[in-house]
């Protein structure tokens, strides 16, 4: 089996590193307060339906550095048919879901229901993170930045 090569487009942290650098420090401010585990749960998530390859490969490493389990990793894709999932986290990755897909909106339910469980502060990071990793797939997809590469 070969597999398939996916030439990059261009490394953005090399041809506008300000850019690159505002992000990743927009990423560390946004992680503040909230659990390690969550967070990557967050960001796989999003990652998913944004179909970033690179950025699900980084963040299911880092959720199994956190601690994760194989399953629940496995499972995020299918999170509400899964017993899995804590209400806190049923909750932000249903924000998660509704800010990624913004066109839809943010419907009051998923919002409140988010808010049941999270403080206005960890909201606010959440809020932040689903952002942030939302920004980082839309830089790796549009530049292909594959898996293994810098």
Not at 41 to 46: G, H, K, Y
Not at 70 to 90: N, P, V
Not at 91 to 112: C, I, Q, R, S
């Amino acid at each position: 089996m070969t597999n398939v090569a996916i030439p990059a487009r261009m490394n953005l942290s090399v041809v506008a590193p300000k850019v690159f650098k505002a992000v990743l420090a927009l990423d560390t401010v946004a992680r503040e307060g909230l659990d390690p585990v969550l967070v990557e749960l967050v960001q796989i998530r999003a990652s998913q339906i944004n179909r970033c390859a690179y950025c699900i490969d980084y963040h299911t490493g880092d959720a199994r550095r956190a601690g994760e389990r194989e399953a629940r990793i496995y499972q995020l894709s299918a999170w509400q048919e899964s017993s899995l999932y804590t209400a806190e986290e049923r909750a932000a990755l249903a924000l998660t879901e509704a800010v990624t897909l913004l066109p839809h909106g943010v419907e009051d339910e998923v919002y409140d229901e988010a808010a049941r469980h999270f403080d206005d502060k960890e909201l606010a990071q959440l809020i932040a993170l689903i952002f942030t990793v939302n920004a980082w797939n839309r830089m790796n997809v549009t530049t292909r930045k594959t898996p293994g590469t810098e």
